[in-house]
């Protein structure tokens, strides 16, 4: 009983609310993003915006006073201040929908303000005498300055001020106020490039249009370089600090910037071992506040799961560390009474964590903390699905063909071994080539006819080896596994790091054993790349033809559904190497995850590709590095788009290592035979429906920039609508349009990290035209037996609709949507089923009168319980089995209503009276 109450109280959130705590965790039932202070007359309350764009007022209690749903789109930023002067603060909630959000201190609508569709990025409140104004900005590149009722008093285009001599404007990062010479002034951070940019810090009088002084980062712009938070530290007096945590992989950066001295330095943190200090390699953001020591202070810098104390003095003490289970959404804090608040943990977290830093127990508090709320259910829910795991029983009628390939499981040699004692049919587990990275090919490219290909070096690489030292490195790694190997072969323009004989002998070393070529972020579409894919990718794809070898080829954002329907990949479309290309994704920094699936899935199921793959890596949680949070120490994000993924078909998994004993329980599910792997044959969740990709449309290509955030053009979004719109760097978090194929396919509402999207009325794929006389035959050649004869084919070059392949007839993307939506919803009702809720679906056919149907909780990084609801169209249902518990689901002939635990997944055989 006593264990029992015990995880009560962590699921309600009342752990760690006796008096002597450090720290108090205040349950919210949402994943909170940012964390707020605001003055409410004498006292103080907690403000915090969720995924979702819900802004949450709670007091120190952990009582909710209110809370607001708003737009239902992300806040970029919350600000707090009194602009009414009542003494009690308004909120302000830059939204990623273009607004500007003012609520009252009741969490009241008080005004809203939009100037375009830009998102919003900061806000703040600055003063002019006893004149208040509101002032924000983002990615349309102004400051705009609203009276405190939101009316537009002027708008400063950042072309007007900018020093930068490389670029003429830029966004607005962050927007906030200090006290200089006893006056308030402006302070504004520009953005650049969310990857290669520090920025500059403007200061402005209030309202003037010029800054009077500005402040640029010192050193050269790097990876990891970018600022994504901003706190001031005024502790003493004369002294000003503004304290800016830059992004990165596994660099710590915080800059350091005087408002009275108008310089800008690194912090310096003073550490043994800085690889060591920093932790595990992972993309994190660091979170910098200064808090009172002694007679000074300490810095205080959150960057992933860890805590740095800094002493802010040359010579001061060392840099002590606190490292927690868990990294957190975002760090503020609250001066008046003395506490640190963090936002949800990073792992699907709900709560908001209270730490007093006056409380000598906060850092072992800390260091143990066990978040309650749903990291606890989480972790709850998946430990109870592992034990009911290990009595599962495939069904007899069950027969799974398909042999999953997973590369770096992050398993140890005893583990993998088990697994293929369990069911080496099922799954199979090749590992890196060790003790290679970073060392490549050190071959002579100078009789190569194309100066890019000759010319182009990875600076991450040492290039060292012989072929013989590289082809020993290989073959060691054959002998060491019985299964294969997977390796680097290139990434971006130089996809040389071996010479292709060296291959060659590899590949003949290997016999029947796989080796997998890795090939990362090959985006270009130029006459470059169509040279060097001919010079070695096709060479080397005929040679691997026909063996047990193929390429994993790793590309970032619409490349599936844009780039690969260039020119230079013509002959991978055509099908002329099914066997030889497994399509996969580097997905950090991008936005489109749910046509990303349509595509790969298409280019499958239209025969371009006999398999087809899933990656997961630290970063996929990253939409905007400018505020990156990649850092989940729980992935069980990464479990369930597996899940969904590989029960879609993708049969090539490439996974990092992230908390591997976890991640077990997805290879545990692969063996057993409880993810049931379909081929392209078997699934009936596919629409009708198909979009067809000809030769991409100029302006659809180039909208693939995610990380140049000074594009954004008003007009051009007006009188520019495309099929696949909003794509660029400056929409991260953006609501699509109304015609977008994200809309009105697959569900989506927003820019941002749709890795288990909906598709309520089935996967609509984007594949390439139907051509009779094309290697890979036509779809439905491909396809289940319901799809023959039952197909409808659309026409895109990204940009518009056509008639056909030849464009006899042009559609524009904004009027001929409603087309397209219409027969996807006739299309949906030739299906078996479609299922409405959050939740990513897949149907397969087992057997003549069996459906496999997979859910899978649909909140990528904000999970929950979720309700699917089930609408049985053809299929005739006679029984429904939860394969898990083995119980039987009630249903009427219509529909279905199904609990989606929070995190997990849920696998129903449906069965049927009389087959499909």
Same mark, same amino acid.
């Given at each position: 009983?006593?264990?029992?109450?015990?995880?009560?109280?962590?699921?309600?959130?009342?752990?760690?609310?006796?008096?002597?705590?450090?720290?108090?965790?205040?349950?919210?039932?949402?994943?909170?993003?940012?964390?707020?202070?605001?003055?409410?007359?004498?006292?103080?309350?907690?403000?915090?915006?969720?995924?979702?764009?819900?802004?949450?007022?709670?007091?120190?209690?952990?009582?909710?006073?209110?809370?607001?749903?708003?737009?239902?789109?992300?806040?970029?930023?919350?600000?707090?201040?009194?602009?009414?002067?009542?003494?009690?603060?308004?909120?302000?909630?830059?939204?990623?929908?273009?607004?500007?959000?003012?609520?009252?201190?009741?969490?009241?609508?008080?005004?809203?303000?939009?100037?375009?569709?830009?998102?919003?990025?900061?806000?703040?409140?600055?003063?002019?005498?006893?004149?208040?104004?509101?002032?924000?900005?983002?990615?349309?590149?102004?400051?705009?300055?609203?009276?405190?009722?939101?009316?537009?008093?002027?708008?400063?285009?950042?072309?007007?001020?900018?020093?930068?001599?490389?670029?003429?404007?830029?966004?607005?990062?962050?927007?906030?106020?200090?006290?200089?010479?006893?006056?308030?002034?402006?302070?504004?951070?520009?953005?650049?490039?969310?990857?290669?940019?520090?920025?500059?810090?403007?200061?402005?009088?209030?309202?003037?249009?010029?800054?009077?002084?500005?402040?640029?980062?010192?050193?050269?712009?790097?990876?990891?370089?970018?600022?994504?938070?901003?706190?001031?530290?005024?502790?003493?007096?004369?002294?000003?600090?503004?304290?800016?945590?830059?992004?990165?992989?596994?660099?710590?950066?915080?800059?350091?910037?005087?408002?009275?001295?108008?310089?800008?330095?690194?912090?310096?943190?003073?550490?043994?071992?800085?690889?060591?200090?920093?932790?595990?390699?992972?993309?994190?953001?660091?979170?910098?506040?200064?808090?009172?020591?002694?007679?000074?202070?300490?810095?205080?810098?959150?960057?992933?799961?860890?805590?740095?104390?800094?002493?802010?003095?040359?010579?001061?003490?060392?840099?002590?560390?606190?490292?927690?289970?868990?990294?957190?959404?975002?760090?503020?804090?609250?001066?008046?009474?003395?506490?640190?608040?963090?936002?949800?943990?990073?792992?699907?977290?709900?709560?908001i964590h209270v730490l007093d830093y006056t409380n000598n127990d906060w850092?072992?508090?800390?260091?143990?903390?066990?978040?309650?709320?749903?990291?606890?259910?989480?972790?709850?829910?998946?430990?109870?699905?592992?034990?009911?795991?290990?009595?599962?029983?495939?069904?007899?009628?069950?027969?799974?063909?398909?042999?999953?390939?997973?590369?770096?499981?992050?398993?140890?040699?005893?583990?993998?071994?088990?697994?293929?004692?369990?069911?080496?049919?099922?799954?199979?587990?090749?590992?890196?080539?060790?003790?290679?990275?970073?060392?490549?090919?050190?071959?002579?490219?100078?009789?190569?006819?194309?100066?890019?290909?000759?010319?182009?070096?990875?600076?991450?690489?040492?290039?060292?080896?012989?072929?013989?030292?590289?082809?020993? #490195?290989?073959?060691? /790694? *054959?002998? $060491?596994? %019985?299964?294969?190997? !997977?390796?680097?072969?290139?990434?971006? &323009? +130089?996809?040389?790091?071996?010479?292709?004989?060296?291959?060659?002998?590899?590949?003949?070393?290997?016999?029947?054993?796989?080796?997998?070529?890795?090939?990362?972020?090959?985006?270009?579409?130029?006459?470059?790349?169509?040279?060097?894919?001919?010079?070695?990718?096709?060479?080397?794809?005929?040679?691997?033809?026909?063996?047990?070898?193929?390429?994993?080829?790793?590309?970032?954002?619409?490349?599936?559904?844009?780039?690969?329907?260039?020119?230079?990949?013509?002959?991978?479309?055509?099908?002329?190497?099914?066997?030889?290309?497994?399509?996969?994704?580097?997905?950090?920094?991008?936005?489109?995850?749910?046509?990303?699936? #349509?595509?790969?899935? /298409? *280019?499958? $199921?239209? %025969?371009?590709?006999? !398999?087809?793959?899933?990656?997961?890596? &630290? +970063?996929?949680?990253?939409?905007?590095?400018?505020?990156?949070?990649?850092?989940?120490?729980?992935?069980?994000?990464?479990?369930?788009?597996?899940?969904?993924?590989?029960?879609?078909?993708?049969?090539?998994?490439?996974?990092?290592?992230?908390?591997?004993?976890?991640?077990?329980?997805?290879?545990?599910?692969?063996?057993?035979?409880?993810?049931?792997?379909?081929?392209?044959?078997?699934?009936?969740?596919?629409?009708?429906?198909?979009?067809?990709?000809?030769?991409?449309?100029?302006?659809?290509?180039?909208?693939?920039?995610?990380?140049?955030?000074?594009?954004?053009?008003?007009?051009?979004?007006?009188?520019?609508?495309?099929?696949?719109?909003?794509?660029?760097?400056?929409?991260?978090?953006?609501?699509?349009?109304?015609?977008?194929?994200?809309?009105?396919?697959?569900?989506?509402?927003?820019?941002?990290?749709?890795?288990?999207?909906?598709?309520?009325?089935?996967?609509?794929?984007?594949?390439?035209?139907?051509?009779?006389?094309?290697?890979?035959?036509?779809?439905?050649?491909?396809?289940?037996?319901?799809?023959?004869?039952?197909?409808?084919?659309?026409?895109?070059?990204?940009?518009?609709?056509?008639?056909?392949?030849?464009?006899?007839?042009?559609?524009?993307?904004?009027?001929?949507?409603?087309?397209?939506?219409?027969?996807?919803?006739?299309?949906?009702?030739?299906?078996?089923?479609?299922?409405?809720?959050?939740?990513?679906?897949?149907?397969?056919?087992?057997?003549?009168?069996?459906?496999?149907?997979?859910?899978?909780?649909?909140?990528?990084?904000?999970?929950?319980?979720?309700?699917?609801?089930?609408t049985f169209h053809t299929a005739k249902v006679k029984k429904i089995i939860?394969?898990?518990?083995?119980?039987?689901?009630?249903?009427?002939?219509?529909?279905?209503?199904?609990?989606?635990?929070?995190?997990?997944?849920?696998?129903?055989?449906?069965?049927?009276?009389?087959?499909?």
């Amino acid at each position: 009983m006593k264990k029992i109450a015990c995880l009560l109280l962590v699921l309600f959130g009342l752990q760690n609310t006796n008096a002597n705590s450090g720290i108090k965790s205040i349950e919210t039932d949402y994943t909170i993003m940012k964390v707020r202070v605001m003055q409410y007359k004498n006292t103080t309350k907690i403000i915090g915006t969720s995924y979702e764009g819900t802004v949450v007022c709670y007091d120190y209690s952990g009582k909710l006073q209110w809370k607001n749903k708003l737009s239902g789109f992300m806040n970029n930023d919350i600000y707090c201040a009194d602009i009414d002067k009542d003494g009690k603060d308004e909120v302000l909630a830059p939204n990623a929908d273009g607004n500007i959000y003012c609520l009252d201190d009741d969490g009241k609508l008080l005004w809203k303000f939009r100037q375009n569709s830009a998102p919003l990025l900061s806000a703040t409140v600055v003063s002019d005498g006893t004149t208040k104004y509101v002032v924000c900005g983002g990615y349309d590149k102004n400051v705009h300055y609203l009276t405190t009722t939101g009316k537009l008093i002027k708008s400063i285009p950042s072309t007007s001020y900018s020093i930068e001599k490389k670029f003429k404007n830029h966004a607005i990062n962050y927007l906030r106020t200090v006290q200089q010479n006893g006056q308030e002034v402006l302070v504004v951070l520009s953005a650049f490039n969310t990857n290669y940019d520090q920025g500059v810090l403007y200061y402005f009088k209030p309202l003037e249009d010029k800054p009077y002084q500005f402040a640029k980062m010192k050193g050269k712009g790097g990876g990891g370089s970018c600022p994504g938070t901003f706190a001031i530290n005024d502790i003493i007096p004369g002294n000003t600090e503004i304290l800016l945590g830059g992004n990165g992989l596994n660099k710590l950066q915080v800059s350091v910037a005087s408002v009275e001295k108008c310089s800008a330095e690194k912090m310096n943190f003073r550490f043994n071992n800085e690889r060591t200090d920093l932790g595990k390699v992972g993309y994190r953001l660091a979170s910098a506040e200064a808090v009172p020591y002694k007679n000074s202070f300490k810095y205080y810098v959150l960057f992933g799961s860890r805590m740095f104390l800094v002493a802010p003095e040359k010579n001061g003490e060392a840099t002590e560390i606190i490292e927690s289970n868990y990294a957190f959404n975002d760090m503020c804090k609250d001066a008046n009474n003395q506490k640190i608040l963090l936002a949800s943990a990073q792992s699907g977290g709900s709560c908001i964590h209270v730490l007093d830093y006056t409380n000598n127990d906060w850092k072992k508090d800390f260091e143990k903390l066990n978040p309650p709320g749903k990291i606890a259910k989480i972790l709850m829910n998946t430990s109870d699905f592992s034990k009911k795991l290990r009595k599962f029983k495939t069904p007899n009628w069950e027969s799974q063909k398909v042999t999953v390939k997973v590369m770096s499981s992050g398993l140890e040699k005893e583990e993998i071994n088990a697994l293929a004692r369990e069911n080496s049919k099922n799954l199979v587990i090749i590992e890196d080539v060790r003790k290679l990275y970073p060392h490549v090919e050190n071959w002579d490219r100078s009789e190569m006819e194309n100066k890019v290909s000759r010319e182009t070096r990875d600076h991450r690489k040492k290039y060292d080896l012989t072929s013989n030292q590289a082809f020993s #490195s290989f073959k060691k /790694g *054959l002998d $060491a596994s %019985g299964t294969g190997i !997977q390796y680097w072969q290139g990434h971006g &323009r +130089d996809v040389y790091f071996y010479s292709l004989p060296t291959i060659k002998r590899v590949v003949d070393y290997a016999g029947d054993k796989t080796v997998i070529p890795v090939f990362a972020e090959l985006e270009q579409h130029d006459a470059d790349i169509e040279w060097m894919v001919e010079d070695f990718m096709y060479p080397l794809a005929s040679y691997l033809q026909g063996t047990n070898s193929f390429i994993s080829m790793r590309n970032k954002h619409l490349f599936w559904q844009s780039v690969v329907y260039t020119p230079a990949w013509k002959r991978l479309v055509s099908g002329e190497f099914p066997d030889a290309f497994v399509s996969s994704m580097e997905e950090s920094n991008s936005k489109t995850m749910d046509m990303s699936i #349509s595509g790969r899935m /298409g *280019l499958w $199921a239209a %025969g371009s590709m006999n !398999q087809w793959g899933a990656r997961f890596t &630290r +970063d996929n949680p990253c939409y905007d590095r400018l505020r990156q949070l990649s850092y989940q120490k729980v992935p069980n994000h990464a479990l369930r788009m597996f899940v969904h993924q590989i029960a879609s078909g993708a049969s090539v998994v490439h996974n990092t290592k992230v908390n591997a004993a976890y991640q077990k329980v997805l290879w545990d599910m692969i063996a057993k035979g409880i993810l049931y792997v379909p081929t392209r044959n078997e699934i009936v969740s596919f629409n009708p429906v198909h979009v067809s990709m000809l030769t991409p449309d100029s302006l659809f290509l180039e909208r693939n920039h995610v990380k140049d955030v000074t594009i954004y053009d008003a007009d051009f979004e007006k009188n520019n609508p495309m099929v696949i719109s909003r794509t660029t760097g400056v929409f991260a978090g953006a609501p699509v349009t109304k015609w977008d194929f994200s809309n009105y396919a697959s569900g989506a509402k927003e820019r941002r990290l749709e890795f288990l999207p909906s598709y309520t009325n089935g996967m609509v794929l984007t594949t390439p035209p139907t051509d009779k006389n094309s290697k890979r035959g036509t779809l439905e050649s491909h396809l289940h037996p319901i799809y023959k004869n039952n197909t409808k084919e659309f026409f895109t070059d990204g940009r518009n609709y056509y008639s056909d392949v030849a464009k006899t007839k042009t559609y524009k993307a904004d009027e001929y949507y409603t087309t397209v939506k219409k027969a996807i919803e006739e299309g949906a009702q030739k299906m078996p089923l479609t299922v409405k809720g959050r939740v990513a679906w897949v149907t397969a056919q087992t057997a003549p009168k069996h459906l496999r149907l997979t859910l899978v909780d649909g909140g990528y990084v904000n999970p929950d319980d979720r309700v699917a609801t089930v609408t049985f169209h053809t299929a005739k249902v006679k029984k429904i089995i939860n394969l898990l518990t083995n119980e039987e689901v009630k249903f009427n002939s219509e529909k279905a209503t199904i609990i989606v635990p929070c995190g997990l997944f849920v696998f129903l055989d449906i069965e049927l009276k009389k087959a499909l």
